[in-house]
């Protein structure tokens, strides 16, 4: 039987004997679940090299041709500033083609970017769930004692990867939002210093002004998300983490004497209540009267 192809890039160091470990053949599910990971990468590689091929013609191009223009419409309405013009008019180009263009290209720039991004990153859960879908077929050949911990460790690493992800997508927007922004900023306080005329340089400082403000409203939301992805991780983190200490506790437990195994029992389970009631966020309910509800208006 051949080997098996690589399941995604992370995985591109790994040789072939740490990926498929003796004993696949007598393993006909993991063989399965392989073959049909690496046929959903594929399908999603191809989909996602079609999309961005698509978006670098529909978005890219445009973009491209824009920055063009907004360069050129700027050396020109520049030039026809020195002339000895008294209504600053350029004839058929006017001061406002240039930042037209040049907003143009970074609202088209920004798109084609976050479309870039979220293709990478429903390509990357796409690879994260084929791999899940792996694990959890090996998990079916691993003895019953060992399977709880192995499981809850690939909860761990899945439940990190997911959350650190939405965390460094939400960052990375961020970014790009206040460099865009910092960007205009810059360009809309040199063309307003450059302008000849009142109207023109407060209406350009006026653009500015409500752009810098709108990128600094953008980016904080971003940042705040990336603030809430961050406390979801550890929250996602917590939980099988406490599953994995619960879960030790009862393997050692099972070593003990009859008498002291079920105190010890007891207290994991008294673990795992707790595990599931203390929800960070949650509401914590008080403690239920001891009369039935209704017994006070029957007694009245």
């Known amino acids: 039987m051949s080997e098996p192809t690589q ?3 992370d995985s591109e160091s790994q040789t072939d004997e740490q990926r498929a470990p003796a004993g696949d053949e007598s393993r006909p599910g993991v063989v399965a679940a392989r073959a049909q990971a690496d046929s959903n990468i594929h399908k999603a590689k191809i989909e996602l090299d079609s999309a961005a091929e698509l978006d670098r013609w529909r978005i890219g191009l445009p973009a491209l041709l824009c920055g063009v223009l907004a360069f050129v419409f700027f050396m020109v309405w520049g030039f026809n500033q020195k002339l000895p013009d008294d209504d600053g008019s350029t004839g058929y180009i ?5 930042p037209a263009c040049l907003t143009a290209f970074i609202v088209l ?6 479309r870039t991004v979220n293709r990478s990153s429903a ?12 694990r959890m077929a090996e998990l079916d050949y691993i003895p019953e004692t060992d399977a709880p911990l192995l499981a809850n460790r690939e909860l761990l690493q899945r439940y990190h990867t997911l959350s ?3 965390a460094s997508t939400a960052f990375r927007v961020a970014v790009w939002v206040m460099g865009t922004a910092t960007a205009l900023v810059i360009g809309g ?3 307003a210093a450059l302008a000849r005329t009142t109207t023109t340089a407060v209406t350009l400082a006026s653009l500015t002004a409500f752009i810098s403000a709108l990128g600094g409203y953008v980016s904080s939301t971003l940042l705040a998300t990336y603030r809430v992805s961050v406390e979801q991780a550890r929250h996602y983190f917590r939980e099988p983490l406490a599953g994995g200490y619960l879960l030790a506790a009862e393997h050692l437990a099972a070593t003990l004497d009859a008498p002291e195994r079920a105190t010890a029992l ?5 673990g795992f209540i707790q595990a599931a009631t203390n929800v960070p966020g949650a509401a914590q309910d008080s403690a239920p009267s001891e009369e039935p509800p209704g017994a006070t ?4």
């Open 7 to 9: 399941l995604g890039s």
């Open 94 to 98: 006017d001061w406002w083609w240039s």
């Open 109 to 114: 720039g920004v798109t084609l970017r976050v």
């Open 123 to 134: 390509h990357d859960k796409v690879v994260s769930d084929e791999e899940f879908n792996v």
């Open 164 to 166: 650190t992800g939405q």
């Open 189 to 191: 306080a040199v063309a």
């Open 266 to 270: 007891g207290r994991v389970v008294d």
């Open 297 to 300: 208006s029957a007694l009245s």
